[in-house]
């Protein structure tokens, strides 16, 4: 009866636990980029000039890299200002699972606020 019940029970977790660990790193992908995303202004700043988000991909500058399966969209006007601050906008960070995330970034410091909730 004992080894019956394990066999039930391991049998409902154990297909999670790809899921669990899937999503695990999924969250920590998310999280880097968001840390990514706040350290522009101070790359900016380091650089001493302005980083214009979605100009940068178009010139080619490597400013921050994006996992394999990410896609980043920044709002336009989105500036990372030389002296450090930035002008706020809005980022949506999306995942070839069909997961989006829509940030919003609150001048000056543009910390990353979720907007809505994950689709």
Request: aromatic share 6%.
């Amino acid at each position: 009866m004992v080894l019956v019940l394990l066999g039930l029970v391991s049998s409902l977790i154990v297909p999670r636990v790809g899921l669990i660990y899937d999503n695990l790193v999924l969250r920590g992908e998310r999280d880097q980029l968001l840390r990514d995303i706040h350290l522009l202004s101070i790359d900016a700043n380091t650089r001493r000039s302005d980083i214009v988000a979605g100009v940068v991909q178009a010139t080619g500058a490597q400013v921050m890299s994006v996992p394999d399966g990410w896609n980043v969209a920044f709002s336009d006007g989105l500036v990372f200002k030389s002296n450090g601050f930035c002008t706020g906008g809005v980022i949506t960070l999306s995942h070839q699972s069909d997961r989006v995330w829509n940030y919003s970034l609150a001048a000056p410091f543009c910390e990353p606020e979720l907007k809505e909730d994950e689709t």
